[in-house]
């Protein structure tokens, strides 16, 4: 069954502009939440991470906005560059648990 | 300083054949986990392992597929008599044991079944 929940499947989005994926989970016990680039080829790679005593994370162009009575968490990416251009994937684990669930991606293509 | 290593990149299998996918962790991680990502879909989970132990396999299919950690030695995911459906990427993720709790994937075993 699907744990997490995002969307949009894919995006499009001119260069320079924002990025945002949006990711919904229903598990409260999930309190490690990562997205992940991947491109094509590649295996998945670990981009950024938030825990839910924060409701903002920021590392360069990329921030992660965490919602925790929504249960819902995005990602930005400011500054959109076309070598940003890969599949994107949240994920959640619970506490103190190895087992990492995905959302199913999105697409990201940024047009020069 | 090697990340997770699997082989074969690519593996091409007739139908009823045996595929045997390898993933060599990180050194110091002890935790592996086989995720399993179709064409256009996202990462399916499959196993999580230990050494010499199965902690959580509620992912894996119940016929034909196993998965197997050892003490000495990678991490091994077998299919047994391989069906064309079964043709996918196999990523395998790393882990430290206790620690910061993002996996580290290797580049993943491109199957096909034909």
């Known amino acids: 069954q699907q744990q997490v929940k995002q969307s949009p499947q894919s995006l499009i989005v001119q260069k320079g502009g924002i990025s945002i994926i949006n990711c919904a989970y229903e598990?409260?016990?999930?309190?490690?939440f990562p997205w992940y680039q991947q491109f094509p080829g590649k295996g998945p790679a670990l981009l950024i991470a938030?825990?839910?005593?924060?409701s903002e994370k920021k590392e360069g162009r990329f921030t992660i906005s965490f919602n925790k009575s929504a249960k819902q968490f995005s990602l930005h990416i400011m500054d959109s560059q076309p070598g940003d251009s890969a599949t994107y994937f949240c994920?959640?684990?619970?506490?103190?648990?190895?087992?990492?669930?995905f959302g199913a991606g999105t697409r990201l293509t940024v047009k020069p | 300083n090697a990340g997770v290593m699997q082989n074969p990149r690519h593996l091409v299998r007739r139908r009823g054949q045996e595929a045997r996918l390898r993933c060599s962790p990180m050194?110091?991680?002890?935790?592996v986990y086989w995720y399993r990502q179709l064409p256009e879909e996202g990462l399916k989970f499959m196993v999580y392992?230990?050494?010499?132990?199965?902690?959580?396999e509620s992912g894996m299919p119940k016929e034909r597929f196993s998965a197997e950690f050892p003490k000495e030695g990678p991490s091994i995911l077998r299919i047994q008599q391989v069906v064309r459906g079964d043709s996918a990427a196999y990523f395998c993720?790393?882990?430290?044991?206790?620690?910061?709790?993002?996996?580290?994937f290797g580049s993943g075993t491109r199957l096909t079944v034909v």
């Open positions: 050194k110091g991680h002890s935790h």
């Open positions: 598990n409260t016990a999930f309190d490690y």
């Open positions: 938030i825990r839910p005593d924060v």
């Open positions: 994920a959640a684990t619970p506490y103190n648990n190895n087992d990492m669930r």
């Open positions: 392992l230990q050494k010499e132990n199965i902690i959580d």
């Open positions: 993720a790393s882990s430290p044991r206790g620690a910061e709790r993002g996996y580290t």
